[in-house]
């Protein structure tokens, strides 16, 4: 392990004084942490990161606000520590960081050129994810919004691609413009995905490669007068709550595995720390899930009357309705709804008012701190016992073991 050279000066800036191993403890590891803080999944990586160290052993840690494109770090090549965990963007920093010989654990996937090993989500994973989420809601028609200036983009897209076509069914792609972050351009590029979205068959379920892109999307489908999830159902990627919640109606998302890939990191790191050899094979980890927001809690079917019956469901489940309330809003007998939803999407009018009941549970348990008692009244059950056991019985696992796996 490497030990700390004498300092040429006992006057540091607040960043160099950070990175000075201690004299007195050096056989506590120093490591860096070049993880952006201004993301949802660079934070869950550092809880991850957190979680190991408070379990597992003692580090003198370096981290300071961070945004993903921040600068390389004027430091790194003066520094004598023992280890780097990285969300590495631009190839002069991976140069960098090769340059100074550390043990490092690279977390984001890339086309650049280095030789970290690389711990991460399973891309790949997550494009048949939103494909059978839009399957399973009799959707038959389907798009994908990407963009493709990073390996993990294309994987995403790639594999949604590839589900949907072993389903039988063909995808129109539309790739977003590289420079539709600036103003001028970003209106240019609204009313071209706006066109886009009017010419798709409806219904249509469109996954977006990122959240940012599903957030665009949905404004997209604003300016078109275009109905979500009626007319266009969406799930972005990485289930960043701002945006998510920002975006209009609730975007849902794919959910990654943060805290736990920043544990494994932090695992694989100290490892490599200690002599161990660099694993040849990505070290990759399943996306958690789809939380389910407004954007795609559809069911797709060609009856009207069945249509706005589960419209109705979606709308007002949480409101405590019963199935005779459904009945007073679409002109079908309970005899036929009960048929004829069974027949369409396989499940009773009451059924289905749980399963949504069920879904807005889980969306509260992973995105807030509210108690059970509040979840149970917010979704229109009457008691949290009854809330409980019905959330096991259907979804396999208690609402606290349900929210410590989210979190």
Same mark, same amino acid.
Request: glycine content about 6%; proline content about 5%.
């Given at each position: 392990?490497?030990?700390?050279?004498?300092?040429?000066?006992?006057?540091?800036?607040?960043?160099?004084?950070?990175? =000075?191993? #201690?004299?007195?403890?050096?056989?506590?590891?120093? =490591?860096?942490?070049?993880?952006? *803080?201004?993301?949802?999944?660079?934070?869950?990586?550092?809880?991850? !990161?957190?979680?190991? /160290?408070? $379990?597992?052993?003692?580090?003198?840690?370096?981290?300071?606000?961070?945004?993903?494109?921040?600068?390389?770090?004027?430091?790194?090549?003066?520094?004598?520590?023992?280890?780097?965990?990285?969300?590495?963007?631009?190839? $002069?920093? &991976?140069? &960098?960081?090769?340059? #100074?010989?550390?043990?490092?654990?690279?977390?984001? #996937?890339?086309?650049?050129?280095?030789?970290?090993?690389?711990?991460?989500?399973?891309?790949? &994973?997550?494009?048949?994810?939103?494909?059978?989420?839009?399957?399973?809601?009799?959707?038959?028609?389907?798009?994908?919004?990407?963009?493709? /200036?990073? %390996?993990?983009?294309?994987?995403?897209?790639?594999?949604?691609?590839?589900?949907?076509?072993?389903?039988?069914?063909?995808?129109?792609?539309?790739?977003?413009?590289?420079? +539709?972050?600036?103003?001028? $351009?970003?209106?240019?590029?609204?009313?071209?995905?706006?066109?886009?979205?009017?010419?798709?068959?409806?219904?249509?379920?469109?996954?977006?490669? *990122?959240?940012?892109?599903?957030?665009?999307?949905?404004?997209?489908?604003?300016?078109?007068?275009?109905?979500?999830?009626?007319?266009?159902?969406?799930?972005?990627?990485?289930?960043?709550? /701002?945006?998510?919640?920002?975006?209009?109606?609730?975007?849902?998302? =794919?959910?990654?595995?943060?805290?736990?890939?920043?544990?494994?990191?932090?695992?694989?790191?100290?490892?490599?720390?200690?002599?161990?050899? !660099?694993?040849?094979?990505?070290?990759?980890?399943?996306?958690?899930?789809?939380?389910?927001?407004?954007?795609?809690?559809?069911?797709? %079917?060609?009856?009207? $009357?069945?249509?706005?019956?589960?419209?109705?469901?979606?709308?007002?489940?949480?409101?405590?309705?019963?199935?005779?309330?459904?009945?007073? +809003?679409?002109?079908?007998?309970?005899?036929?709804?009960?048929?004829?939803?069974?027949?369409?999407?396989?499940?009773?009018?009451?059924?289905?008012?749980?399963?949504?009941?069920?879904?807005?549970?889980?969306?509260?348990? &992973?995105?807030?701190?509210?108690?059970?008692?509040?979840?149970?009244?917010?979704?229109?059950?009457?008691?949290?016992?009854?809330? #409980?056991?019905?959330?096991?019985?259907?979804?396999?696992?208690?609402?606290?073991?349900?929210?410590?796996?989210?979190?």
């Amino acid at each position: 392990m490497k030990t700390a050279e004498a300092p040429a000066s006992l006057c540091y800036s607040v960043a160099e004084f950070a990175l =000075v191993p #201690s004299m007195t403890r050096s056989s506590i590891p120093h =490591v860096a942490l070049l993880i952006e *803080t201004s993301r949802s999944h660079g934070r869950g990586l550092l809880n991850g !990161i957190r979680q190991f /160290i408070a $379990e597992n052993e003692e580090w003198s840690v370096f981290m300071m606000p961070r945004s993903l494109d921040s600068q390389v770090p004027e430091w790194i090549s003066r520094w004598k520590g023992d280890g780097i965990l990285s969300r590495t963007i631009s190839q $002069e920093m &991976a140069d &960098a960081i090769t340059a #100074s010989g550390i043990p490092t654990v690279e977390l984001r #996937s890339t086309k650049l050129k280095h030789e970290f090993p690389f711990l991460g989500i399973d891309n790949r &994973a997550m494009g048949q994810l939103v494909a059978e989420h839009f399957l399973e809601r009799g959707i038959r028609h389907f798009g994908v919004y990407e963009i493709g /200036i990073e %390996v993990y983009f294309e994987e995403r897209r790639d594999n949604y691609v590839q589900t949907i076509q072993n389903a039988g069914y063909e995808v129109s792609v539309l790739s977003a413009s590289e420079d +539709s972050e600036t103003p001028r $351009e970003w209106e240019k590029h609204q009313e071209q995905m706006a066109n886009w979205l009017r010419g798709l068959p409806k219904p249509v379920g469109v996954m977006a490669c *990122t959240d940012q892109l599903g957030f665009w999307l949905l404004d997209a489908c604003e300016r078109a007068g275009i109905s979500v999830p009626d007319e266009v159902a969406v799930v972005g990627v990485e289930n960043d709550e /701002i945006l998510c919640m920002m975006a209009r109606p609730p975007l849902s998302s =794919v959910a990654f595995n943060s805290t736990r890939i920043g544990y494994e990191a932090a695992a694989l790191l100290s490892r490599l720390m200690k002599g161990e050899p !660099i694993p040849k094979e990505p070290y990759l980890i399943n996306p958690l899930g789809i939380v389910t927001r407004q954007s795609s809690d559809v069911m797709a %079917v060609d009856n009207p $009357e069945l249509a706005l019956a589960l419209r109705f469901i979606r709308e007002n489940a949480c409101k405590g309705i019963q199935v005779t309330d459904i009945l007073k +809003s679409v002109p079908l007998s309970r005899t036929a709804l009960e048929r004829q939803m069974k027949a369409a999407i396989g499940r009773s009018p009451k059924s289905e008012i749980i399963r949504t009941q069920l879904e807005r549970a889980k969306e509260l348990l &992973a995105s807030t701190d509210l108690s059970l008692a509040q979840i149970t009244q917010k979704i229109g059950f009457r008691h949290a016992q009854h809330f #409980s056991t019905m959330f096991k019985g259907k979804i396999g696992e208690t609402p606290g073991e349900f929210r410590a796996k989210m979190h």
